[in-house]
């Protein structure tokens, strides 16, 4: 058996795994953005500091953007039209919240963004904790959520047409080929 020394990500035929794996590198990210706080009162400016923050930006920049479109365009919907009873209603409770808190957050990560590009560039050392606390606390309660009652849905509720339908949306707006093609 060969032990990898890199984390895989799921394959897009296993959609709920990739937007797991998805939180669980949004969790990364925040805990980067954690750890710049005390290393920059200590140390101030530096490369290594200067690279974390562009690794958050290239995530909350672009992968994030593709995850939060996965639920809104694919799953949510697909969920919608597939949910009945209880499901329904829970779901009919949840969306819209969901879509207010990827709202805030879209908003509370501008802040932060602006905050990051200057420490990025060597400009700053002004990482907010304040606002670094709000984004985090926003998006661990948000991915809570979606992991207590949206993915366990989907895995209860949806057929394997369903799970591939999701996978292969996920693929082209990643511009990756669709499961069959080459």
């Known amino acids: 058996m060969v032990n990898s020394l890199f ?82 209603v829970l779901l009919n409770t949840l969306l819209p919240e969901i879509m207010s808190e990827h709202q805030k957050m879209e908003v509370a990560w501008l802040v932060l963004d602006q905050q990051l590009k200057e420490i990025a560039s060597g400009t700053s050392s002004d990482l907010s904790a304040e606002d670094v606390t709000r984004f985090s606390e926003m998006y661990t309660a948000h991915m809570e959520k979606e992991e207590t009652h949206i993915a366990p849905m989907a895995k209860r509720l949806f057929s394997n047409e369903q799970m591939h339908r999701l996978g292969n949306a996920m693929r082209l707006r990643r511009g990756i080929a669709s499961s069959g093609e080459k």
């Not at 897009?12 to 669980?24: E, R, S, T």
């Not at 009162?41 to 690794?55: N, P, R």
């Not at 694919?74 to 009945?84: I, R, S």
């Open 7 to 88: 984390e895989t990500a799921p394959d897009f035929d296993q959609p709920i795994a990739v937007l797991k794996h998805c939180h669980d590198r949004i969790r990364k990210q925040i805990g980067t953005m954690q750890k710049l706080l005390p290393h920059l009162s200590e140390h101030g400016q530096g490369i290594e500091v200067q690279q974390a923050a562009t690794a958050v930006l290239r995530y909350f920049n672009s992968a994030a953007h593709h995850h939060h479109a996965d639920e809104e365009q694919d799953l949510l919907p697909m969920l919608e039209a597939t949910a009945k009873g209880e499901d329904a």
